[in-house]
């Protein structure tokens, strides 16, 4: 059981466990008594896996994912692009800073570009500029899809002054299960800054 890369450590790990099951456990580990959740999970296991092997059939049986509402992170490559997410960060940065008295008169005054700098940083590494061609080609999904959707927004519990409130997420809410999980991972807000900062926060459930 893991949340974002703790789920595709999950996987990574059960895929060992099953791979050394026949050769060194003799094969005590089957599809009773070793089950994967993840909640998050970016998708780490070859596409088709599921059908070219007998562990990634055994894995398919076992494995259970959750995304909740527009959480990008299990998206990348199958449902979401790097321009997509380029949009989705500036955004969030541009409202952040927002959030910030002064900040922005600051950035323009001193040419600081404090934006810019922050997107080079994400994105203009080698190993990001082609990460979502990577993942399509690569990595698909395994196992069972369900989407968790709120019913409320979240609720202040705790107030420490301006701007200092506390949220939890409320219980209530929907589990939909998804058959296809292509069309799960390519849900998702057609203008992608609209509910940045939302998105976002969707990932820590």
Known sequence: CGHS??????????????AENKKKLNGYFNEKNLKIVTFGAPLVLEK??????????????ITT???????????????????YMKKLTEKSVDDSMRKVWGL????????LNIQGKIQNSLFERDDIKNIDKVQKEIYGA????????????PMEVINYGKKKSVYVRQLQGMCLSMPD??????????RSGLFANH??????M
């Open 5 to 18: 890369l703790g789920g595709g450590y999950s996987l990574l790990s059960a895929t060992h466990i099953l």
């Open 48 to 61: 088709d896996i599921d059908k070219t092997t007998e562990t990634g059939k055994l894995l398919n049986l």
């Open 65 to 83: 994912n959750f995304i909740n509402q527009f959480d990008i992170v299990p998206r990348i490559g199958e449902g979401i692009s790097l321009e």
């Open 104 to 111: 922005k008169q600051v950035d323009s005054m001193f040419n």
């Open 142 to 153: 395994v196992g069972s899809y369900y989407l968790l959707m709120n019913k409320y927004k």
């Open 181 to 190: 999980p292509q069309k799960l991972l390519a849900l998702l807000p057609k």
């Open 199 to 204: 998105m976002l926060f969707d990932h820590f």
